[in-house]
């Protein structure tokens, strides 16, 4: 459990045990200490807690409230232990506010008077950032947890002090440098270490070493949280924002119910460094990612000043049915990247109301430069052979198309498969799904976050490398080779 802050306030009540709001003219306020803490964990709603300590305090018991803090904070939650009725008493009384509303808890360090400091510089904590922080991306050095010691070789002998690591990456968008290093013990210590991959730490400044916008700030905060989080598939990869001036801590935010998906790197488009080119070459791919930032960028920015549907794709493709350490992901997440599918050719060719899924495979397919064929012959050969029913058309009829079968086309079985989801409540799809065996399943869910991969790199207009998850194989993307 990490204490987050700790401030005096004013307790306001706002419902009774019974749910029922107080009377404004019967409201009481209180007078408390706060220590407000939590700890991370992979769930949709993290736990953050207020313990409440007071003179006189009366027994409380299970009533809601609304938290005034001196240093800004208002939150609002459920009190736990008392007793509704109990008599104040002279003593420090300790009781617990539960089921806290808020989102993000912003404190300001005392640098000044504003509640927005001036900053230079800022950091902030990353879980799933795996292939980034494994080795596969690097151009420089730096020591663990410190983004702003990065340098582009390693220091002298006489020069070094503590621990380096070569796995570092710096980044660069407009007037910022954004550098990529190794956690430390430091930030470990702020996550439910069994649960959660946390391997990363992103620096966050300009190049000329001036006043950085909160504007700004926020800005590739929003920008890396979405570009990390579709690389690997991760809901909501940042956590704890530290922000400086002139090297001195002025401001902390904790975004305390991130829904951090867990670490699964076999779900990223970037290669892993022990991975080969189509040459042989084991790389290092940090122009790959850099170019990939800059496109991304770039769309970025266009989706948002044209209310644009890119960020609802990269949601499907971040959904929480990814699965976890123990369990891949789930028909859901199938359904989801079909989803992002469908809403990036629509971005590509235009909307069209009267387009069929399997309309949309086909183009899909046509986009992205992939044939219409089965991806991995073993494959090929086993669906064409036990899971005809693939091919069914979607007409009335629903008669098997033979001349797909002998070709092993994609498109119709993904379309099929997409259609038996989304309409589970027939029998007679839902025969059909679950006559599927969790091999055929997960190929599918594979085949079809490969596709949903594709289609971003290409609605991005990214131009390099990824990799190929199907085949193991880092490739170029098939639209430029």
Known sequence: MKTLCRSTGILHWLRDANDDPIP???????????????????????????????NGLLGLGNTRHRLELE??????????????????????????????????IQIDQGFGTSSSPEIDAAAFAVVSSDPLGSGSCTNGWARPGLPFSFVESLPQRGELKGTWSGDALRLYHGELEISLVPSS?????????????????????????????WRELN??????????????????????????????????GYKVRPHATVHRSGLSWLPRFALKDANGNIGIHAEMVGHALTAFAKAWDTNANNNGTLHIALQLLRS?????????????????????ISIIVGMLVGPNPSRGRHQTMLESLAQVKVSDRLPLKDWRAELTTRH???????????????????????SRPLANVENWILHIDDPANA???????????GYFTKVAIWLADLMVLKVIDYEGSYFNRLTGETERVPWVT
Not at 28 to 45: C, D, G, I, N, W
Not at 75 to 86: F, K, M, P, Q
């Open 24 to 54: 404004r003219q019967s409201v009481f306020a209180q007078p408390v200490t706060a220590h407000v803490k939590y700890e991370l964990r992979p769930s949709p709603q993290q736990s953050l807690f207020v313990d409440l300590y007071a």
């Open 71 to 104: 240093n800004g904070v208002v939150l609002t939650g459920r009190i736990v232990g008392g007793s509704l009725g109990a008599r104040a008493t002279k003593s420090v009384q300790k009781v617990r506010m539960i089921d806290v509303e808020e989102s993000t």
């Open 185 to 213: 013990v430091y930030w470990k210590r702020l996550v439910d270490r069994p649960s959660l991959h946390h391997d990363s730490i992103i620096g966050v400044r300009r190049h000329d070493r001036g006043i950085l916008s």
């Open 219 to 252: 800005g590739v905060t929003s920008l890396l949280s979405y570009f990390i989080g579709w690389m690997n598939h991760c809901r909501s990869p940042i956590f704890h924002i530290k922000a400086y001036r002139r090297g001195k801590l002025v401001y902390r």
């Open 320 to 340: 929480q049915e990814k699965g976890t350490h123990r369990a891949d992901p789930s028909l859901l997440y199938l359904r989801d990247a079909f989803g992002a």
């Open 388 to 410: 005809t029913d693939l091919w069914r058309a979607a007409n009335p009829g629903r008669q098997v198309q033979q001349r797909e079968v002998q070709n092993a086309t994609l």
């Open 431 to 441: 025969r059909c799904l679950l006559a599927l065996p969790l091999p055929v399943q």
